[in-house]
């Protein structure tokens, strides 16, 4: 059955830069990059050398661990340089994209006529596996494991999110092949949540053999981890797959077409973008040619993802392979003296979920926040503070303190399992004592990946 | 005030780092004083791109600011109590005759006390980062405004500085610094004195000035000590009239009688214009700084109320009983308006760093720290002031009230996996 849930807890952070509801089909990108630092703890094998010619949907490297889960290349070219971090550890491949994409051909199908194996072999083979997201852990899903269900999130609640109603427009047959290829891979359910109190795409509200469950409330309610843990609580040693509703269509593309087509459209949004509107690209895109003449000032953060959540690149950096938006906002690397501008002052500019500045008399403005930390690292010294925006039954600060303790037990029995960094963003962004908050829990995650799994 | 970081920087910030950018041994002192002045410009580094403007400097001064009406109540209820004292204002005068004067007089009390506990514990602070190269952090800020607000004001200013340096160092930077304690550092501050220095924080101290030259009568005592009395009178009186003496037991009544009459009403007791702590006495400013903190966020309003509805359990309990005078003569509500109560629950209980840290546990913790300072108070006339003693109890328990709660926390995912 479907449920509804509304949570309480939470923080709907208002921004400036939204993006306008116009989709501009972006020039096709010069270089396209795909970073195995996205995929967390993945050790990559490349299978192509630099300058050897790819076509969309080519295998450029697969998983150490896991030769079965493969990495494609999203567009046809030539593979131009393997950049290289500390210790030889692969941070980019670029590719030098065609001005006209050449796809490798599959043979694709309804997945409806299909078994479990066979979708499982489609997927990893044009190299969409890699969109399969497992919980507990937050990394790509082993293809050998049973789910008990597949969670989707039909939106996005970050600040500035994209408009999922807006993307998958018109998609709706598109859509439901790729749903029917996720029926196949459960025998459970496979879920897709919406936000309550609101009208929906009907390429979402009609999908068929799904439950669509709704979900009301600030953020993190789009969060997937949110929503599993209040429709389908994961207990241990349960495993729930998780796709990004884009990452679907995709999929969907795929089993009509039998092409690897990559297109992702990309909100391009933040305080500092002139004109913030979609960008109909492609997985790894340079975003050059995208915030090219489109921002104001020089001293700027480009962010692929969200403010919360996303990645520092720079301004001809790559679309992240988890990212559908970028944002760029104003670096905040000015001291603030403390009576005009810092900890005495009235404090106009800023934003804060405590009452300790003005902001909560004004609730619906939209601020042009910067990248400042406001303040030091301290010792954990508020309380409460992380509860009231994380609308789960787990303790964050006590769980925080099991992993930086590296008690392995504690971080079980207080619910690492049901979290994602994400889910706790919010508590990094609230805390007085400007804790790592995520960073903290990847490494937890980590851990218990190593030691438990 | 681009200028003056551009100097800081450039002209006195080398003197306190090596060529190679190494702190020198001074350096901490020389970061805290740039940090108090300019948040730096750090960005975010991963993780979340914004950040939330709240960080501990303006956390700490919240609660300084809630402290402000309390400081600036005492000082003038200082001044208040001396001119009462000493016979310079007539009794029945209003309070506000002299006001100045009292304000004046108050102020001369006062402020030594707060400088001494600043200087003094920032003093430990600043020597105890040098040594361990950290960051100085802002715990004695807001430490450092209580611990003269929980002082007598007939405290030998030597005393302040010991107490405080005791508590900064024992009670905190031994544990780690800023947000590792286990006690609270402004209460353990005063406990240690209290236990250091008995005659200094009992008897004739509530009321600044030379007591030889009271007026007839000025006991100096606080409503507790007049209410504390009672125990060892009634005691005293249940063996006279064990014995039969009836003299005895005559003056005895009358002495009792005289003590709790001693023991201020509520409404003065409200307003503040009594004996006591420099701060704790006027419970109106206590609520107004109560208000702002639960205002902003930054105190529990869940502790303090849990604290006051203890308070309440354990007057009542009391009333019912009402063995002695002391408990039939001073009801529930009269019981968390006397002494420190209302200021232990309002900005010494919700210490973060000491309370309990889940919603479930403040609530437990609050209540107790209520119930036990009333039981205290009333049971052990040595401590009249039980609110301290109770709120340290309460700090030591606070982690055992989380680890139970937490464990059940626990426990409902354990049984989700068995399910």
């Known amino acids: 059955m479907s449920k509804s849930v509304k949570i309480r807890k939470g923080l709907n952070i208002k921004l400036k830069g939204e993006a306008d509801k116009v989709l501009v089909n972006a020039e096709v990108p010069s270089t396209v990059a795909i970073k195995p630092p996205d995929f967390h703890g993945l050790v990559p094998k490349m299978v192509l050398k630099e300058g050897a010619e790819v076509k969309a949907g080519t295998t450029i490297f697969y998983d150490k661990y896991n030769d079965k889960i493969k990495f494609v290349s999203p567009v046809s070219g030539e593979i131009a340089e393997i950049v290289r971090g500390a210790k030889r550890r692969i941070m980019e491949v670029k590719i030098v994209a065609d001005k006209e994409t050449k796809y490798e051909a599959f043979s694709a199908g309804d997945p409806n006529s299909m078994s479990r194996e066979q979708v499982i072999e489609h997927l990893l083979n044009a190299g969409l596996w890699p969109s399969v997201i497992m919980r507990p852990l937050a990394v790509i899903a082993n293809p050998?494991?049973?789910?008990?269900?597949?969670?989707?999130?039909?939106?996005?609640?970050?600040?500035?999110?994209?408009?999922?109603?807006?993307?998958?427009?018109?998609?709706?047959?598109?859509?439901?092949?790729?749903?029917?290829?996720?029926?196949?891979?459960?025998?459970?359910?496979?879920?897709?949540?919406?936000?309550?109190?609101?009208?929906?795409?009907?390429?979402?509200?009609?999908?068929?053999?799904?439950?669509?469950?709704?979900?009301?409330?600030?953020?993190?309610?789009?969060?997937?981890?949110?929503?599993?843990?209040?429709?389908?609580?994961?207990?241990?040693?349960?495993?729930?797959?998780?796709?990004?509703?884009?990452?679907?269509?995709?999929?969907?593309?795929?089993?009509e077409s039998g092409k690897y087509d990559a297109t992702r459209v990309v909100a391009l949004t933040g305080s500092e973008v002139k004109k913030p509107q979609y960008y109909r690209t492609v997985i790894g895109a340079s975003i050059e040619k995208i915030v090219e003449n489109n921002i104001e000032g020089d001293n700027n953060r480009f962010i692929s993802g969200n403010v919360l959540t996303g990645d520092h690149i720079s301004p001809n950096g790559y679309l992240g392979y988890y990212h559908h938006q970028i944002t760029v906002i104003p670096e905040g690397d000015e001291p603030q003296f403390f009576l005009t501008k810092g900890?005495?002052?009235?404090?106009?500019?800023?934003?804060?979920?405590?009452?300790?500045?003005?902001?909560?008399?004004?609730?619906?403005?939209?601020?042009?926040?910067?990248?400042?930390?406001?303040?030091?690292?301290?010792?954990?010294?508020?309380?409460?503070?992380?509860?009231?925006?994380?609308?789960?039954?787990?303790?964050?600060?006590?769980?925080?303190?099991?992993?930086?303790?590296?008690?392995?037990?504690?971080?079980?029995?207080?619910?690492?399992?049901?979290?994602?960094?994400?889910?706790?963003?919010?508590?990094?962004?609230?805390?007085?004592?400007?804790?790592?908050?995520?960073?903290?829990?990847?490494?937890?995650?980590?851990?218990?990946?190593?030691?438990?799994? | 005030m681009k200028g003056l970081h551009n100097f800081l920087d450039k002209k006195i910030k080398p003197s306190f780092v090596t060529k190679e950018g190494e702190p020198k041994k001074l350096y901490w002192v020389y970061d805290a004083l740039e940090t108090f002045a300019f948040t730096p410009g750090h960005t975010t580094k991963g993780g979340t791109h914004i950040k939330d403007g709240i960080d501990l400097k303006r956390t700490m001064m919240m609660v300084i600011l809630a402290l402000i009406p309390c400081l600036l109540f005492g000082i003038f209820n200082v001044g208040h109590q001396h001119y009462l004292a000493t016979g310079l204002v007539d009794p029945d005068a209003s309070w506000g005759t002299e006001f100045w004067g009292k304000f004046?007089?108050?102020?001369?009390?006062?402020?030594?006390?707060?400088?001494?506990?600043?200087?003094?514990?920032?003093?430990?602070?600043?020597?105890?980062?040098?040594?361990?190269?950290?960051?100085?952090?802002?715990?004695?800020?807001?430490?450092?405004?209580?611990?003269?607000?929980?002082?007598?004001?007939?405290?030998?200013?030597?005393?302040?500085?010991?107490?405080?340096?005791?508590?900064?160092?024992?009670?905190?930077?031994?544990?780690?610094?800023?947000?590792?304690?286990?006690?609270?550092?402004?209460?353990?501050?005063?406990?240690?004195?209290?236990?250091?220095?008995?005659?200094?924080?009992?008897?004739?101290?509530?009321?600044?000035?030379?007591?030889?030259?009271?007026?007839?009568?000025?006991?100096?005592?606080?409503?507790?000590g007049h209410a504390a009395s009672t125990v060892d009178l009634n005691a005293s009186l249940e063996k006279a009239t064990a014995a039969g003496k009836t003299e005895e037991i005559a003056s005895l009544k009358t002495q009792i009688a005289g003590a709790m009459d001693n023991v201020p009403s509520m409404m003065d007791s409200f307003w503040g214009l009594e004996p006591g702590c420099v701060g704790e006495t006027s419970v109106l400013m206590i609520l107004i700084g109560a208000g702002l903190l639960i205002f902003t966020g930054i105190g529990s309003w869940i502790i303090m109320s849990s604290m006051v509805i203890g308070g309440l359990a354990m007057g009542l309990i009391f009333d019912a009983f009402a063995v002695n005078p002391y408990m039939e003569g001073v009801e529930p509500l009269q019981h968390i308006m006397l002494g420190g109560f209302m200021f232990g629950a309002v900005f010494m209980a919700t210490d973060p760093v000491t309370a309990a840290s889940t919603t479930v546990g403040k609530i437990w913790y609050g209540f107790f720290c209520g119930f036990f300072a009333i039981m205290i108070r009333v049971f052990n006339p040595a401590y009249p002031e039980g609110v301290m003693m109770a709120i340290l109890f309460m700090n030591v328990m606070a982690p055992m009230i989380d680890h139970y709660v937490i464990q059940r926390n626990v426990n409902r995912r354990l049984k989700l996996s068995k399910a």
């Not at chain 1, 459960?186 to 936000?195: A, C, E, Y």
């Not at chain 1, 009208?199 to 053999?209: E, F, P, R, V």
């Not at chain 1, 709704?214 to 953020?219: A, K, M, R, T």
């Open chain 1, 144 to 255: 050998e494991d049973k789910p008990k269900a597949i969670f989707v999130s039909g939106f996005d609640s970050s600040p500035l999110a994209i408009d999922y109603d807006f993307v998958v427009h018109g998609k709706d047959s598109t859509l439901q092949v790729g749903f029917d290829a996720l029926k196949k891979l459960t025998d459970g359910k496979v879920n897709l949540t919406l936000r309550s109190g609101q009208s929906h795409d009907q390429a979402l509200t009609n999908l068929k053999g799904v439950d669509i469950n709704s979900i009301g409330g600030p953020h993190p309610a789009g969060n997937v981890g949110i929503q599993i843990h209040h429709i389908d609580r994961l207990a241990k040693g349960e495993i729930i797959w998780t796709l990004n509703l884009q990452d679907v269509l995709t999929i969907g593309r795929y089993f």
């Open chain 2, 104 to 224: 004046g007089y108050g102020s001369m009390i006062v402020l030594p006390i707060v400088i001494v506990s600043y200087a003094v514990g920032l003093g430990v602070e600043f020597i105890f980062c040098i040594i361990n190269k950290h960051p100085i952090q802002e715990g004695f800020l807001v430490s450092g405004m209580l611990i003269p607000l929980v002082m007598p004001p007939d405290v030998p200013l030597w005393m302040v500085a010991v107490g405080t340096v005791f508590a900064v160092l024992i009670v905190k930077e031994v544990f780690g610094g800023t947000g590792m304690n286990i006690l609270n550092v402004a209460l353990t501050a005063r406990a240690f004195l209290f236990f250091a220095y008995p005659k200094a924080l009992s008897g004739e101290v509530w009321i600044s000035g030379n007591s030889d030259k009271f007026v007839e009568g000025y006991t100096g005592a606080t409503g507790l």
């Open chain 1, 343 to 453: 900890w005495l002052s009235p404090g106009f500019h800023k934003l804060s979920a405590s009452r300790a500045y003005p902001s909560w008399l004004m609730p619906n403005k939209k601020y042009r926040l910067d990248t400042n930390a406001n303040g030091e690292d301290r010792a954990f010294v508020m309380t409460g503070q992380y509860e009231k925006v994380l609308p789960m039954d787990i303790y964050p600060v006590h769980l925080l303190k099991s992993i930086i303790t590296n008690d392995i037990e504690g971080m079980e029995n207080l619910g690492i399992y049901e979290i994602a960094p994400e889910d706790l963003a919010l508590c990094e962004f609230v805390c007085t004592s400007k804790t790592d908050v995520q960073q903290i829990v990847r490494e937890g995650l980590t851990v218990v990946k190593e030691e438990c799994m």
